[in-house]
């Protein structure tokens, strides 16, 4: 079973649309991140979180510590914001470089 | 605008070449980390440096090496690149886990074909 898993795996939406991505982690954590990688390979780091809720324009990052569980959402949702949603978490305790990974949610926003 | 910066956005290599994937940061950060990325596996940590000269295996460090002879520098090599290399690699780096600027920034990749 895999530590980070996401839901769903792809995800089509019209233009307009509230969207949610689902994070549910199985390891203690010290962080949270959400990453955006576009076609072409590039990654965004859109949100840090140890706790609570971050908001930047349309893009909303919630984390439940206790249920292990964090959503990212994005209203009035755009073509644009067709990526690829990665989410990745820092293990409690572990190492500099343990960073877990999601493997990542597929957004397709239709005009 | 702070810049992880990969040398090649595409690279094709021969199978027994050693190839050298470059990474620079401009941002001061001490750790750095090179990932591959696989269709169906995810990211997948390959070797990271949480200072100049030092570094740690991650999970898939066979075949691999690096070099952080700088700080701001941090060098994959392929001693023998094989098909099963192929691959996009992205590197990134960050500032210590404790630190009130920690979160990471992230290179464009280079997606590397071995024939």
């Known amino acids: 079973k895999n530590e980070v898993e996401q839901s769903p795996q792809n995800l089509t939406a019209q233009e307009g649309e509230f969207i949610t991505i689902n994070c549910s982690y199985s390891?203690?954590?010290?962080?949270l991140h959400w990453l955006q990688q576009h076609p072409g390979g590039g990654i965004v780091s859109l949100f840090m979180?140890?706790?609570g809720k971050k908001k930047h324009g349309r893009l909303i990052a919630t984390i439940n510590i206790q249920e292990k569980h964090s959503s990212l959402h994005i209203t009035a949702s755009h073509p644009r914001d067709s990526a690829v949603y990665i989410c990745?978490?820092?293990?409690?305790?572990?190492?500099?470089?343990?960073?877990?990974f999601g493997k990542g949610t597929k957004l397709s926003v239709k005009p | 605008d702070v810049k992880v910066t990969q040398s090649s956005r595409y690279l094709v290599k021969r199978t027994g070449e050693k190839v050298f994937l470059e990474c620079v940061q401009d941002?001061?950060?001490?750790?750095m980390f090179w990932y591959r990325q696989d269709p169906g596996l995810g990211l997948r940590l390959i070797y990271f440096?949480?200072?100049?000269?030092?570094?740690e295996k991650g999970d898939i460090p066979e075949g691999y090496s690096v070099s952080r002879e700088k700080k701001e520098r941090f060098s994959l090599i392929l001693e023998s690149a094989s098909t099963s290399q192929t691959s996009m690699y992205l590197c990134?780096?960050?500032?210590?886990?404790?630190?009130?600027?920690?979160?990471?920034?992230f290179g464009s990749g280079t997606r590397l074909t071995v024939v």
């Open positions: 990134a780096s960050s500032w210590p886990r404790d630190s009130l600027r920690y979160g990471y920034t």
């Open positions: 390891v203690g954590i010290s962080a």
């Open positions: 979180l140890s706790s």
């Open positions: 990745a978490v820092n293990v409690y305790g572990g190492s500099q470089g343990n960073l877990i």
């Open positions: 941002m001061d950060h001490e750790n």
């Open positions: 440096s949480y200072d100049v000269k030092m570094k």
